[in-house]
Nanobody, 126 residues
């Protein structure tokens, strides 16, 4: 399975971006898909996850109400709509696939994921 993240860029404080992650190979529609982010010098942190069918999601407290994760299984793509961006959202954003497919508390841990994309940089200027 290959994951290709895109959509990052430079945006002003309060702005919006939509990240995409396109999957190839494997069976995308059976995977749970997550987004994580990593700022320089810091560990990789959970952002959001969506289950295989798209009807269950979990968000990090820091992004609740501002970010929305969604998926289109026909296009093998997962999205992260990011609104009201803040400087502290600046990071390299990674998408990841979990073959298990079901969202649970463990879905917030990087170790639960089987495949990772290369990351797309999001920079929010204040």
């Amino acid at each position: 399975v290959q994951l290709q993240a895109s959509g990052g860029g430079l945006v002003q404080d309060g702005g919006s971006l939509r990240l995409s992650c396109a999957a190839s190979g494997g069976t995308f529609s059976s995977y749970a898909m997550g987004w994580f982010r990593q700022a320089p010098g810091k560990e990789r942190n959970f952002v959001a996850v969506i289950n295989w069918s798209g009807d269950t999601t979990i968000y990090a407290e820091s992004v609740k109400g501002r970010f929305t994760i969604s998926r289109d299984n026909a296009k093998n793509t997962v999205y992260l709509q990011m609104n009201s961006l803040k400087a502290e959202d600046t990071a390299l954003y990674y998408c990841a696939a979990d073959k298990y497919g079901v969202v649970a508390a463990e879905s917030t841990r990087p170790g639960e994921y089987d495949y990772w994309g290369q990351g797309t940089q999001v920079t929010v200027s204040s």
